[in-house]
């Protein structure tokens, strides 16, 4: 475990690597029977009588529910354009207007299709049926009993932890962070590496909740990526890597295994650089010196 140009404590955005643990989280609670793959989206949340409601657990978490990137409610243009040209926060939701959002969609075909939203409210429908909020998910059945003291989910900027340092676009202009009671499923999550690096041995050794979120189950964009409970597997030349990446304003992260070899690799960065050819590599490397 390393850091360059940062305290180990900083804590870091995720980004969707925060689906890989709402897939954890969710398989978890199949296995405790709170909930089941044809439970859908209506049976754990107050949405109504709308097509949302209608969705299964399952679609969701393997982004093939017909829910939309992003809802036309939340103005995803507009957000983008102040995003782009003032490096802004481009959600910001409580769970209530998320419910709203979902209230008012339409769905298309089922089809592999990557959803922000679909995970954010994947992620809300697993603490609901649990009985609890998506933060306190995450704490009691996967930060506490793996210790990974670090990780929390801020809904305001004012929420921001004592070591949270500042992400920076490509040419080194600082963002707005992240933050949103409704984004943390899907991308809401802040860790620092010691813990993310923990929670990679957890999934190597078997000891995370919902391990069975990382057993693919569907093709994703051709049969050489199949996806889990968001975690996608993909063959690079003749091994497995099962992994997730993250983007947010200001930084990236990944995160994989080779789970036959038992190496892992997790990689964060306060900039908007792509890792994951770095993981990817390190991952081989790392692969190498074992087999």
């Known amino acids: 475990m390393a850091s360059i ?73 507009r957000r983008t354009a102040a995003f782009l040209l003032h490096g802004t926060n481009p959600y910001g939701e409580t769970l209530e207007e998320l419910l709203a959002q979902a209230r008012t969609v339409r769905l298309s075909a089922p089809r592999p299709r990557y959803s922000n939203f679909g ?33 929390y989910m801020p809904a305001t900027a004012a929420e921001l932890g004592p070591h949270a340092i500042t992400g920076r676009s490509r040419s080194g202009r600082p963002r707005q962070p992240w933050t949103g009671e409704a984004l943390a499923p899907a991308g809401g999550i802040r860790a620092a590496i010691g ?20 057993d693919p189950v ?45 190496t892992g690799v997790v990689l964060l960065s306060a900039t908007a650089v792509m890792v994951d050819r770095q993981g990817f590599r390190l991952l081989k490397e790392l692969t190498q010196r074992v087999t």
């Open 119 to 151: 995970f954010e409210l994947l992620g809300h429908a697993v603490g609901a049926a649990a009985g609890m909020s998506y933060r306190a998910l995450v704490r009691e059945r996967l930060a506490l009993p793996l210790g990974l003291d670090s990780i």
């Open 195 to 214: 813990d993310m690096a923990r929670l990679v041995q957890a999934l190597l050794d078997g000891s995370a909740p919902g391990m069975a979120a990382l």
């Open 5 to 77: 140009g940062a305290p180990l404590d900083a804590d870091y955005e995720i980004g969707s690597v925060s689906k890989g643990i709402t897939g954890l989280l969710y398989a978890d609670a199949c296995t405790r029977g709170e909930l089941g793959p044809d439970t859908t989206l209506g049976d754990a949340l107050p949405l109504g009588d709308c097509p949302a409601a209608r969705v299964t657990l399952a679609a969701v978490s393997r982004h093939a529910s017909g829910l939309p990137g992003l809802p036309t409610s939340a103005r995803p243009l």
């Open 218 to 262: 569907a093709n994703f964009a051709g049969p050489a990526a199949r996806i889990g409970a968001a975690w996608m597997t993909l063959r690079v030349k003749g091994r497995d890597i099962t992994w997730h990446n993250g983007a947010t304003g200001g930084f990236r992260a990944w995160a994989g295994l080779d789970r036959e070899a038992g």
